[in-house]
């Protein structure tokens, strides 16, 4: 009886073991086809990205910012708004925010506002320490609950939307930029007025 309740205590650990690889390998899996995706494989260039997004009213949203002001997108009507969605623990997010800073301290004061909306579960303390970090002075706003992101149809992160005067969005943006480079402050330039 012994022998036989040692030999069914094995076969459940080599059950467990076939179980652990099978998951390692998966994760494996999961884990290169978001690499290649995001990071190896060819993104298209600066204006392939860019593209008209015609007369759609950017949807209307209202979220806490770090300061704990509750903050809603129509509040900027007759500005430029520069709406960047993004996650402390995506590796593109972390790539193209000193170039936003830049940009938003160069248009800072103009017809122009940038609100930066984490997704991050984690919360407040996560996305306040990152800002810190990376020395962000323009408005994080925070949506644990990703309401933005069904509302925008995100695909992933960093996308972002530039919402004219009006309220409409005129262009869509996937994936980390150079936001500081001259095609694009020429872009803001001419929409700004």
């Not at 800002?131 to 149809?153: E, I, Q």
Request: hydrophobic letters at 40%; proline letters at 5%.
């Amino acid at each position: 009886m012994n022998f036989e309740g040692n030999r069914e205590s094995v076969m459940l650990s080599d059950k467990r073991k076939l179980i652990l690889i099978l998951l390692v390998l998966i994760g494996s899996v999961s884990v290169f086809s978001f690499c290649y995706i995001f990071f190896w494989s060819d993104r298209p260039d600066t204006r392939e990205n860019i593209k008209p997004q015609g007369t759609v009213t950017a949807p209307d949203f209202g979220l806490s910012n770090l300061a704990g002001d509750y903050v809603k997108l129509s509040d900027y009507r007759g500005k430029v708004v520069f709406l960047n969605m993004w996650a402390t623990w995506c590796p593109p997010c972390r790539e193209e925010m000193p170039s936003m800073e830049a940009l938003y301290r160069k248009l800072k004061g103009r017809n122009f506002e940038m609100l930066a909306v984490s997704i991050d579960r984690d919360g407040e303390k996560t996305v306040r320490l990152f800002a810190k970090k990376y020395g962000l002075t323009f408005p994080v706003l925070l949506d644990p609950d990703n309401k933005t992101h069904r509302l925008y149809g995100l695909t992933g992160v960093p996308e972002t939307f530039i919402v004219d005067k009006n309220g409409v969005v005129v262009r869509k943006v996937i994936g980390p930029q150079n936001w500081i480079n001259k095609e694009w402050l020429d872009y803001f330039d001419q929409i700004i007025g």
